[in-house]
């Protein structure tokens, strides 16, 4: 079985983000960029799989500028067996966008398994997974905390936390499962893996060659910081914690 992973070049999780000037996003320029944390676990579970010999390939994709060549480096510094990047050039490429594009991966290269990361850290959408999975009528394990295959009946059965506890799950291969935290810790690339990698191979095709549109169906009005929070305060009593919550946060 062949598994194909989605990962996406972001702004690294430890910087401080800064909304441009102009207000039309946030500034990436001259800011560390780096795979998304969701998606290391969906490539760490992939290559785990693998190890187990339940798989026998992993294929790391990405969307979106000549940078991405850098993430899928590391993927394949990782342990991934080939790579794919879908040069977008520097469009703005929307979860729709996306899944489009990896519908038409997947039917080039007939993987019995997609795992992508549950969402991204940069715009937190988290609809990516689910949107590829409706388009190709596969069945979906979304925020997957455990993930079991049985290679013989051909499904894979996936714990997911939900508010009331833990909710398991049983699909019919092939399927797309998207990943949540807890799954797995994510491994670091070895030095000579990553020497490795640099001479490695990435496929390059474009979304016209898939037959896809980039065409945006989201406007971004504006985006702007959180407003700064207050400093707190110590209060000496109950009762004048109490009348606070009363008379000015007004939730009592």
């Known amino acids: 079985m062949k598994i194909m992973v989605a990962v996406k070049r972001v702004v690294d999780y ?16 001259n800011v560390k960029m780096s795979m998304n944390p969701f998606c290391e676990i969906a490539l760490e579970e992939a290559l785990r799989i693998r190890e187990s010999g339940l798989a ?29 990047h879908v040069d977008a050039g520097m469009a703005h490429v929307q979860p729709l966008s996306v899944a489009k ?3 038409a991966l997947v039917q080039a290269e007939q993987p019995g398994l997609l795992i992508l990361g549950k969402q991204a850290i940069d715009d937190d959408c988290n609809q990516t997974g689910q949107m590829v999975a409706g388009l190709l009528q596969w069945p979906q394990g979304t925020f997957a905390s455990k993930v079991v295959l049985d290679k013989e009946k051909q499904k894979a059965t996936v714990e997911r936390e939900v508010d009331g506890g833990i909710e398991t799950i049983c699909l019919d291969l092939p399927a797309v499962i998207t990943t949540d935290l807890r799954l797995n810790q994510p491994r670091y690339a070895t030095l000579p893996n990553i020497m490795k990698a640099k001479s490695k191979v990435i496929k390059k ?3 016209e060659e898939l037959n896809v549109e980039l065409r ?33 946060a007004r939730v009592l």
């Open 56 to 84: 026998k390939e992993v294929v790391a994709v990405s969307v979106g500028p000549a940078q991405c060549t850098d993430t899928l480096r590391t993927a394949l510094a990782m342990g991934a067996d080939r790579a794919v």
């Open 216 to 248: 945006p169906e989201i406007e971004i009005i504006q985006v702007t910081e959180p407003p700064k929070r207050k400093a707190g305060v110590i209060l000496s009593s109950v009762d004048e914690l109490i009348d606070k919550l009363k008379n000015e």
């Open 101 to 103: 594009i990896l519908r």
């Open 14 to 29: 430890a910087v401080k983000i800064r909304v441009k000037p102009d207000k039309t996003g946030v500034e990436t320029t």
């Open 205 to 207: 095709v474009t979304p």
